[in-house]
C-alpha cells in the first residue's frame, strides 16, 4: 500500500539566516542541485560581510555540454564573474566526479 504524507516544513532565505547568525562565517556549502550560484548569489548583501568561504559543486565543461546534470545550471567558468562581482575568488577546486569533470569549488572572499 503507498501512502503519502505532507508536512509542512519552515522555509529561510539564505539571506535571512545569515542576518541571524551574528558572527562571520568560516564555510558555507551550498548544494542546491543546479542552482547554487542562485542561492549564494540571493543573499549577496550578507553574504559579503559574513561569509569567508563559500564551496559549490561545479561542472569543468562549456556551456551546454551534454555532461551538464542539470538543464540551464552555469558551468565552472560561467561561476567566476558573478561571484567576482560580489567579492569571491575561485581558490581551489577537488575532484568530485572525474566522469562528468564535477569538482568541489572553494571560492574565497577578496579581502
Avoid at 505532507?6 to 545569515?18: E, I
Avoid at 564551496?55 to 562549456?62: G, K, L, S, T
Amino acid at each position: 500500500m503507498n501512502q503519502t504524507s505532507t508536512y509542512q516544513v519552515p522555509v529561510l532565505t539564505l539571506r535571512s539566516l545569515l542576518q541571524l547568525v551574528p558572527r562571520p562565517v568560516s564555510l558555507l556549502k551550498v548544494d542546491a542541485q543546479g542552482l547554487d550560484l542562485s542561492v549564494t548569489l540571493s543573499g549577496e548583501a550578507e553574504l559579503r560581510g559574513k561569509v569567508l568561504k563559500v564551496i559549490m559543486e561545479m561542472q569543468d565543461v562549456p556551456a551546454g555540454e551534454d555532461r551538464l546534470i542539470y538543464e540551464g545550471q552555469p558551468t565552472k567558468s560561467e561561476r567566476v564573474q558573478p561571484m567576482g562581482t560580489v567579492g569571491y575568488d575561485l581558490r581551489d577546486c577537488t575532484p568530485n566526479n572525474p566522469i562528468i569533470k564535477e569538482e568541489n569549488c572553494a571560492c574565497v572572499i577578496r579581502y
